[in-house]
């Protein structure tokens, strides 16, 4: 009869459990029940509990160490430690892990009780296990959305505070006209608001003489503290406050770069308050004069935020209107002081009223005929100028007056313009453009434009035109007209673009002769060795010794047209170039040797290193170039030997300077300085100095290539280089690299490597029109072990490609004919075979996979010439690379909300990378292999906002995709991003479809 109930029932009963807890198991879909022998640590459990570890249902019965295999290993102490605890008190309970066999992680408890303990008998824990990932990650939202709130009312009672403080500082300082006390109630109110342990105000007092000079009040600190000190002025911490540029706040003033450049003191001065945080804000006038300045300090670092600088922002707006009241107040006293006596002097000046009239209508007259004189000699001045045209015009732009050099350069009589609008003489494109309208708007707005463009005359052609434009104002200010000069500049432009186009033909000439002369020597050497070669092994028994020479020859040939052809490529900004943090320090001392024994021994090196020197973002191989290049210039300028010294320094580039050179961004820059004790190079040759092939040196000593390859590069690199020279003094050439301003870790020099091979089942496609470089390169290939296809164009390669599914790698130059280059022929090639490698290879590679003289990013570059093991080490680097997965860097600093957003994107299938700050995430970026293919970004991160992590990374990698996930509102988010590309974004909390949602908007599936 019980048979008949359990098959009623379906259920499967599990041998030594009881059919009471069977029947609850049945009745409880998705909780599996257990019993362990505590002595024998033998388990049995239901097949659900089986399910829930993710285990086969046929060890229900085993030992507990078959089932403690599928916990995950940081939880399994954890399961041990609640066992153990349930053999003292009877009470089992546990969180854990569980690992199924595809990889997930699962969130079980487990509950129960130990029984059969009491009565003497084997101790066996009996329970439940069942799932709680939903409550997990219920927690997880739930603590995100704690956090948020717990923020806000904190920021709200802050801000609740601060408004009382700001409140009853206002109405103090409003009904006070007594400068002293209103600027102590300001400096008081200030340290409390900010949070510092002492402030300032230091303001400018005009005496009544006009002599000005500055006082002070101070909160928190005695004033005895301040009174052996200078008063603050023009020094790099206190200048920008008090010149009102803007608020200074400085986490620690004491590693602030301007900080301790006041003579005597290198750094704070003795007896100084403890300053570390610093926070000054100035205080400006209606009018814009700076009145003075609020100063607060703390002694220990970071304590002042951008709300303490915002709030005090504020109040020194209100202390500046407090202040410009007092101010008002004192001089209308004077004012009223003044109209008493300017009343009494009033009383006076009556008496004499009459006598004064009369005088006064003689010199109006006077000044009458004088006016009429003046204006007649300007009319005739005017009529007279026949090579400039000059009318007026009314606010509305319509011609009312017109000289006869107007008439003689347009074709208009005066009767056929007075009274038309002057843009018919602009070419139809600008009236549609509004060009005359603009114009007038800009001179009515600053008084003044000047310009140069087409103009029409009345036959319908078309001359190059000087104008100017000045607004006419009448005594209110308001505009009442413009006068126009145009001046006829078409046979000067003509000129001009004639010596314009000799001095190109005359450079493009200098360029290919110098070019044909250099090419010229290095093919004689190449061809003359490979006719000996030839020659010799045409003979009965050849000379190895000879050939080997002739090899030799020619291949030191070929080394320098190679090297001739990357210094043109990098005079011409060409050359593909893959910038990365340099030690500028470093790389100067490893090659201090190499520099002494190129220079010999009658040349001194000298290397003067700055300590604390930034990083430089640049292609440390060409970096390398230019300097040798430079010390071998210095070489030949001191014949009879001298002293080369090589200086480094962090600079500051101003907009002052940048303003002066061509090319040159202000910020910061790392430079490097190649000086010389030489013969120096007078004005002309200084000036010529950059210019390809040009040189002093006699024919057939150097190129001249040296320093327009060091120009090339510097400026491919967006940094600056100038020469400063006198002759028989020496010369100085100094280069400034941009500054890296990402954290990074030092690289260590790898041992040399054997040459990588092929594991011989690869197949490799070689795409490459020139038919001798295809030999050269499949015979390579071969050697290396590969099994190799060649195609010479783009359209045959998609034919190979079609017919052999076993091509693992694309092999393509970028130059191909055909109208397919190789760039669209490996966009075609992945759309056929999207799990295809690609490598290109070129001498050239403009615009197609370089831009601004870096590569594109994902982009795999083999320059030409290329040797066997440059070849072999790319190949092997692109084949066992793996890109199965996306890889997705996700910035998250919350350990919760990673955890749960990891687990989300594994399940969707995707690789994931984590880091904590914006620090950690931009060397994350640097330093995983092959790069990620999109980022997740929390706009609250520990060390900077979310906010500027995405704008660097957009600034480096142009189209990268991103994902910002904030609590702020989904519309306020993408007001922010508006300006950037290849951005979503997902609201806090999250889903994984919200999450992954993100993702596929910005491409990645």
Not at 49 to 62: E, K, Q
Not at 629 to 644: E, H, I, Q, S, T
Not at 725 to 754: C, D, F, N
Not at 872 to 886: G, H, M, N, P, Y
Request: overall charge negative; proline content about 4%; some cysteine.
């Amino acid at each position: 009869m019980a048979d008949k109930k359990r098959k009623a029932g379906g259920a499967k009963r599990t041998p030594g459990l009881s059919a009471d807890k069977t029947a609850l198991t049945n009745i409880a879909t998705g909780v599996g029940e257990f019993e362990l022998d505590l002595a024998t640590k033998h388990m049995r459990a239901t097949p659900q509990a089986a399910d829930l570890f993710g285990i086969s249902a046929d060890t229900v019965a085993s030992e507990f160490t078959t089932w403690e295999r599928a916990i995950f290993v940081d939880d399994a102490p954890k399961v041990r430690a609640a066992i153990e605890s349930a053999e003292q008190s009877g009470n089992y309970y546990v969180e854990f892990r569980v690992k199924h066999a595809d990889g997930k992680l699962h969130w079980l408890a487990g509950k129960g009780q130990v029984v059969g303990k009491e009565n003497g008998g084997t101790a066996v824990l009996r329970g439940i296990y069942y799932d709680i990932a939903e409550r997990k990650q219920l927690e997880a939202r739930l603590l995100a959305l704690n956090e948020t709130l717990e923020s806000r009312v904190h920021d709200l009672r802050e801000e609740t505070r601060a408004l009382e403080v700001l409140n009853r500082t206002c109405i103090a300082i409003a009904a006070e006209f007594d400068l002293e006390r209103l600027v102590q109630t300001v400096t008081d109110a200030g340290v409390e608001l900010s949070g510092a342990q002492f402030g300032a105000f230091f303001y400018n007092v005009v005496k009544p003489d006009g002599e000005a000079y500055m006082l002070y009040t101070l909160s928190g600190a005695a004033r005895a503290d301040f009174e052996r000190f200078p008063m603050p002025r023009n020094t790099g911490v206190f200048g920008p406050t008090f010149r009102g540029e803007g608020p200074v706040r400085s986490a620690d003033i004491r590693a602030d770069p301007r900080y301790g450049k006041n003579p005597p003191f290198d750094g704070m001065p003795p007896g100084h308050l403890p300053v570390r945080s610093y926070l000054a804000v100035p205080v400006v006038s209606r009018n814009g004069e700076v009145i003075g300045g609020l100063f607060f300090g703390h002694g220990q670092p970071g304590v002042f935020t951008e709300r303490a600088e915002r709030i005090t922002m504020g109040l020194a707006a209100q202390a500046a209107v407090a202040i410009d009241n007092s101010r008002l107040y004192e001089v209308s006293q004077k004012e009223i002081a003044a109209r008493d006596e300017a009343e009494q002097k009033l009383q006076e000046l009556n008496s004499t009223l009459e006598r004064r009239i009369a005088e006064r209508a003689r010199e109006l007259a006077l000044s009458t005929t004088q006016l009429e004189d003046t204006e007649r000699r300007f009319r005739m001045l005017v009529e007279g100028v026949t090579d400039y045209a000059i009318f007026m015009l009314d606010p509305a732009g319509i011609v009312t007056n017109w000289n006869p050099g107007a008439e003689r350069i347009k074709g208009y009589s005066r009767e056929e313009i007075v009274g038309q609008h002057f843009s018919r003489f602009y070419t139809d494109q600008d009236r549609e453009d509004r060009i005359p309208e603009k114009a007038l708007e800009t001179a009515a707005r600053t008084g003044k434009i000047e310009m140069e463009g087409w103009r029409v005359r009345k036959d319908g052609t078309t001359f190059w035109a000087s104008v100017v434009i000045n607004a006419i104002r009448d005594a209110s200010g308001q505009v009442v007209g413009f006068a126009k000069v145009t001046r006829d500049l078409t046979e000067r432009r003509e000129t001009e673009e004639r010596q314009r186009q000799s001095q190109k033909m005359e450079s493009v000439g200098q360029l290919t002769g110098g070019v044909a002369h250099d090419f010229n020597n290095l093919l004689t050497v190449i061809v003359g060795n490979l006719e000996a070669l030839q020659r010799h092994l045409g003979g009965g028994s050849p000379d190895h010794d000879r050939l080997r020479r002739s090899a030799d020859n020619a291949m030191r040939g070929a080394r320098r047209a190679e090297s001739l052809t990357q210094r043109l490529l990098a005079f011409s900004r060409q050359q593909p170039l893959e910038p990365r943090s340099v030690d500028v320090g470093r790389l100067v001392s490893g090659m201090s040797d190499l520099l002494r024994r190129t220079l010999g021994e009658q040349v001194a090196v000298e290397t003067v290193l700055a300590g604390g020197l930034w990083r430089a973002h640049a292609d440390p191989s060409q970096l390398e170039v230019a300097i040798v290049n430079l010390a071998v210039n210095a070489r030949d300028a001191m014949p009879n030997g001298g002293k080369l010294t090589i200086e480094t320094a962090n600079v500051q580039l101003d907009e002052i300077y940048a303003s002066a050179q061509v090319e040159v961004v202000p910020g910061q820059y790392v430079m490097l300085a190649v000086s010389d004790n030489g013969s120096g190079m007078t004005e002309d040759v200084k000036a010529k100095a950059f210019d390809p092939f040009f040189t002093t040196k006699d024919i057939g000593h150097g190129t001249g290539l040296g320093l327009s390859q060091v120009y090339g590069f510097v400026k491919q690199s967006r940094g600056h280089v100038k020469i400063y020279s006198e002759p028989v003094e020496g010369t100085t050439v100094k280069i400034y690299l941009p500054r890296y301003h990402v954290e990074t870790e030092e690289l260590t020099e790898q041992p040399a490597q054997p040459i990588p091979r092929g594991a011989g089942h690869e197949t490799i496609l070689v795409v490459e029109d020139d038919g001798d470089v295809r030999n050269y390169t499949t015979d390579t290939l071969r050697e290396l072990g590969y099994h190799v296809l060649e195609a010479s164009n783009g359209a045959a390669a998609l034919q190979m490609l079609e017919h052999h599914p076993e091509v693992d790698v694309l092999f393509t130059d970028v130059g191909l004919p055909g109208g397919m280059n190789g760039r669209r022929l490996a966009e075609e090639a992945r759309k056929r075979r999207n799990t295809i490698k690609v490598l290109f290879t070129t001498g050239y590679a403009r615009n197609a996979i370089v831009h601004e003289g870096r590569l594109d990013p994902g982009v795999e570059l083999l320059t030409k010439p290329f040797t066997q093991g440059a070849l072999a080490e790319k190949l092997r680097d692109i084949i066992d690379a793996t890109s199965d997965q996306a890889r997705i860097l996700l910035v998250e600093d919350d350990v919760m909300i990673q955890m749960l957003a990891t687990e989300y994107l594994e399940d969707a299938g995707l690789k994931v990378d984590t880091a904590a700050s914006v620090t950690d995430a931009l060397n994350k970026l640097r330093l995983i292999p092959g790069g990620v293919d999109a980022v997740i970004i929390d706009i609250g991160l520990p060390d900077r906002s979310g906010e500027s992590l995405v704008r660097e990374i957009r600034s480096i990698y142009p189209t990268l995709p991103l994902v910002v996930a904030s609590g702020r509102g989904r519309k306020d988010l993408q007001l922010l991003f508006k300006d950037v590309a290849m951005l979503s974004v997902v609201s806090k909390p999250y889903t994984a479809d919200g999450l992954t949602g993100a993702l596929r908007a910005v491409g990645v599936r």
